[in-house]
């Protein structure tokens, strides 16, 4: 059974620190490895993706990846009011069409 | 701007009544997913296609089945409706490979009365 886990929260940081979430997943051969932001009452959105092993940055976003530990994160610098939100992680097996597996979601409050 | 489109935003259906949910994308996608989301429960995928007239089971399929006639819709058919379907429906699509994740509709919130 592929799982990807990720603590539900709620994660409070104040406004303008970083806020940071964790996803760890169980297939060591996984491939591709998403972040989703959901509104209440929205539908997901993509944030970031990421491939390769190490860091990716898009503005105030950085998603990191380390394979041989299995765990996948995301990072907010200069947290903001609106980054209130929960945050899916997603994770390509890259083994059929049934594509993604997604998390529960760590639900994020900004604290102005 | 890419988009993929529910039909419906906001559905309240009876209970034994049939329902269908629609969704078109103009992205040109090959896969296409119907999930649901309940709280605590996170998204749970319903069915699938990956092709026109073809579709594969999900995690959940009992009470639903989908068409799909053409490659851009996907539809989502609740045979007959139970309270227990009360759910926010998100339809998605993607590339056959899913590299580059998926792309959302805005979602139906399905409410069984």
């Known amino acids: 059974q592929k799982e990807v886990e990720q603590n539900s929260g709620p994660l409070s940081v104040p406004e303008g620190a970083i806020a940071s979430l964790n996803c760890t997943y169980s297939?060591?051969?996984?491939?591709?490895f998403f972040w989703y932001r959901q509104y209440s009452g929205k539908s997901p959105e993509l944030i970031m993706f990421?491939?390769s092993n190490g860091d990716k940055e898009d503005g105030r976003f950085t998603a990191q990846l380390n394979k041989a530990s299995q765990y996948v994160s995301l990072l907010i610098r200069d947290s903001q009011p609106s980054d209130s939100a929960t945050y899916l992680c997603?994770?390509?097996w890259g083994g059929g069409a049934d594509g993604l597996t997604f998390g529960k979601g760590t639900h994020l409050i900004i604290q102005p | 701007d890419v988009k993929v489109t529910q039909s419906s935003r906001y559905l309240v259906k009876r209970t034994g009544e049939k329902v269908f949910l629609e969704c078109v994308q103009d992205?040109?996608?090959?896969?296409m997913f119907w999930y649901r989301q309940d709280p605590g429960l996170g998204l749970r995928l319903i069915y699938f296609s990956y092709d026109v007239k073809m579709k594969e089971k999900g995690d959940i399929p009992e009470g639903y089945s989908v068409s799909r006639e053409k490659k851009e819709r996907f539809s989502l058919i609740l045979e007959s409706a139970s309270t227990n379907q009360t759910s926010m429906y998100l339809c998605a699509s993607s590339f056959p490979t899913g590299d580059y994740g998926y792309t959302f509709g805005s979602g139906t919130r399905l409410t069984v009365v």
């Open positions: 990421i491939y």
């Open positions: 997603a994770v390509n």
């Open positions: 297939d060591r051969g996984s491939q591709s």
């Open positions: 992205m040109d996608h090959e896969n």
